[in-house]
């Protein structure tokens, strides 16, 4: 199951280069959502292309586009900073819009807020030029085990 | 300010869809990046649907789609919902959406998004949406999305359709 990303998840920490890890999702690459660990923090990186845009007269960023990118923040953190052999299953995501995001570039991070054995809980916050003033959060649910609970979704 | 003058129904189903699949999907750039498409609208209730493309693949060794094109689809099929119920058109932006993952989508099917935007207030409008494959009952993802509404900014064409488009008509 996802062997490729898996593969992929060891090619990039032998390298430390988290950024291979979003070359082996297909709506990751098209949506240009990477993540990155340059600053030795690591952080997700949504670049900014005209086809993000969600409202034209503000204009803003589409929320939907928002919501996208602090659940794929959450999947990286939980590769690269769990010990994980299986890939992360979504099973739900709660998404709080906190500022109409602009068209530039959204960075986020995300954290563990409970490890169990099959569920983990992950917080995400999404920023754009000021960390302080967040344009979203989330916190999201992911099956880490048990790959009989449910199919991979990701 | 909107003129209600503007208020009058379009006379069949089809120009409505029309009408809103310009407006919501291809003057949107993000819906229509996604391809989205109207498939259905009256008073309270949208539906959209969402093409199989490899570019939304989430996981490429099975053909599952992402979790994040579900999301916009929904975060938008909530929206355009709400647009169908304004009585005084105003902006309206998303406060929070909830996405429940309830299956892998089958790869290579379209998936459906229907909408209803349930409770309305001057200020907040609550809506929930159930995405699916052909069968209502057995769905991909259920979504509960609340609006604010009267945000800053003005009002868009897609935001003032609603009155527009569907008049007074009662819910079908």
């Not at chain 1, 082996?24 to 959502?33: D, R, T």
């Not at chain 2, 959209?48 to 094109?69: C, F, H, I, K, Y």
Request: net charge positive.
């Amino acid at each position: 199951m996802s062997g490729s990303l898996i593969k992929r998840l060891a090619e990039a920490r032998k390298k430390g280069d988290v950024a291979r890890l979003a070359e082996a999702i297909p709506y990751a690459k098209w949506m240009q959502i990477a993540p990155e660990n340059t600053t030795g923090e690591l952080l997700t990186r949504m670049r900014y292309h005209d086809s993000l845009i969600g409202n034209t007269f503000l204009p803003a960023i589409h929320g939907g586009t928002l919501g996208a990118m602090l659940e794929m923040t959450a999947i990286f953190h939980l590769l690269w900073e769990s010990e994980t052999e299986t890939v992360p299953k979504i099973v739900n995501i709660t998404v709080d819009y906190l500022r109409s995001a602009r068209p530039r570039d959204v960075v986020a991070a995300a954290k563990v807020t409970k490890q169990g054995r099959r569920m983990v809980n992950v917080f995400a916050e999404a920023w754009q030029d000021d960390r302080s003033k967040p344009v979203a959060t989330a916190s999201a649910h992911f099956l880490v085990q048990s790959p009989d609970d449910a199919e991979p979704s990701l | 300010m909107y003129d209600d003058r503007m208020a009058k129904p379009l006379t069949t189903p089809e120009e409505r869809v029309a009408l809103f699949q310009q407006l919501f999907s291809d003057t949107i750039p993000h819906n229509k990046a996604l391809g989205l498409k109207v498939v259905a609208v009256a008073r309270g209730l949208a539906s959209m649907q969402l093409d199989w493309r490899s570019e939304l693949v989430g996981n490429p060794e099975t053909g599952v789609l992402a979790g994040g094109p579900l999301t916009a689809m929904l975060d938008g099929c909530c929206g355009m919902a709400v647009a169908t119920l304004l009585k005084d058109p105003k902006p309206f932006a998303t406060l929070d959406l909830r996405i429940d993952y309830a299956r892998p989508a089958t790869p290579g099917q379209p998936v459906i998004a229907e909408a209803e935007c349930y409770r309305i207030t001057r200020s907040v409008a609550f809506t929930r949406a159930f995405a699916h494959q052909g069968d209502p009952k057995n769905p991909v993802a259920a979504a509960a999305g609340t609006f604010m509404l009267g945000t800053k900014g003005e009002v868009t064409r897609a935001q003032a359709i609603g009155r527009e488009a569907i008049g007074r008509e009662k819910l079908k």
